[in-house]
């Protein structure tokens, strides 16, 4: 009997020491596409690569609501939006919730975290935390303290972002398992990377998607109302940081006051010599854009390429700085024991459909990357084909960590998945709901479904319906509604669509789904 105790007791001692830590990564609009896991047409990301090499991608990984502040409150919650109250980026989370990051101190995990937080109110849950204020700012970033002060810190965000989360680590209690969460600013609109990147990506030139240059012609209302076209929504002075003066005599190229204003305060929080050298890089694009004049198509053609090279050149930044976590890992006997997953907040328009930004359900800005690495428990290499979704991020880190998850959280547990024990997860269809209108880019209100082949979208203000076959169009551009061959297919979708509306006790939809 005492030999059973003692092995027992043994055995509960060594399962606590086994506890895993956990590192979550998330940067702010950083599309697949732009991570060479996914895609080797853009850029190479192999810090970020090393993930998916040792561990496992995801390659149909979703959000619920493709915006920061939602996604951000549906990774504490394991919620849908309408359940954490967080619908759209204006909202300030309740911070009296409970979320997981509480949960992990309720079973004596060290809580930490660093970067962007953007729900309003300050962290809860978090033995420590470091966040920017609001969007946060690229060079000299400010960050709040715990203490609610705020100082400004010297370099580029991302690099002062994984300075603070490394001296963290270093300064953490060795004797308890952490969750560290570092989120990222970059690559986030206004695209601004340091020097070295810049220099490395400004000559480069992209393939273009080969939805460009679509049109508006034969789409809803919501496509006719949006405004995040890269022609003409992005800015040429703060959002490619063409100088001015190159533009102010060419009339469709003059930018207004407010355009003027952020460039000169973009440029001016580069600390010398850099900024010179930057605007000495981006004086080409001025002179370039005075000598040619372009307009429309070529116009877009240039622009898209900026917007590549400035992004691209952030998430550079992004990858170098996974690269130090992972090597600081290495370093300091981390690796074995720690979950480390990488993720962006949302996916993000890449000049597919002209745009740029995200809030849509379609696939682009729907899907966020995903990888987790977990040594001994996930098999190097493995490619995870299944339909995941935001609100798992949660019941996959609290069980990860042996913790019961809670009720009130709507996602699965991915472990049994990437543990190989189970091999299909237990859902069909995925649930979405964005709601953020009218704001930035003015995409309208809707819900849906995502299923296997078949999409479904209800904008419910303009009462427009959109359904398309995943398989044949993936690029969502031949809208089904009307296809007289399809109208099973719709009905079946509609009868999902009621149901996990039901399951997920979403009701504030106005009007009737059918
Ligand atoms: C800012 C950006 C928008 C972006 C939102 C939300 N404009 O307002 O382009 O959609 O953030 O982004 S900017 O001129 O200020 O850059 S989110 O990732 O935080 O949801
Ligand atoms: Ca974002």
Redesign the pocket.
Known sequence: MRLLIFLLLLSISCLGQQRPNIIYIMS??HDADAISAYNKNLIATPNIDRLAKEGVLFTRNFVGNS???PVRATLITGQHSHKNGMKD?RTRFDSSKLTMPKIFQQHDYQTALVGKW?LHSYPTGFDYWKILPG?GLYFEPRMITMKGDTSTYHGYATDVITDEAIRWLDNRNMKIPFVLHIHHKAP???FLAPLKYILEYHNKTFPEPATLYVDTAGHGTAWRLQT?SILYDM?LC??LKVDPNYLMDIPWLRPDSADIF?YNAIFNRIPEPDRSSIKKIYEERGKLLQQLQPKGKELLKYKYQWYMQDYLACVASVDENVGRILDYMDKNKLTSNTLVIYTG??GMYLGENGW????WMYDVSMQAPLMMRWPGKIKPGSVNTNMTQSIDYAPTMLNAAGIKVPDFMQGISLVPNITGKQKIIPRHHLYYHFYEYK???TVLQHLGIRGERYKLIYFYTVNEWELYDLKKDPQEQKNLIKSISHQKVLREMKVELLKLRNLYDDHETAGELH
């Open positions: 702010d609009d915006i920061c502040g980026n953007h969007q986030h609109r206004y995040m800015k703060s959002d952020y907040d949302q740029f930004d995200k809030r704001a930035d880019h």
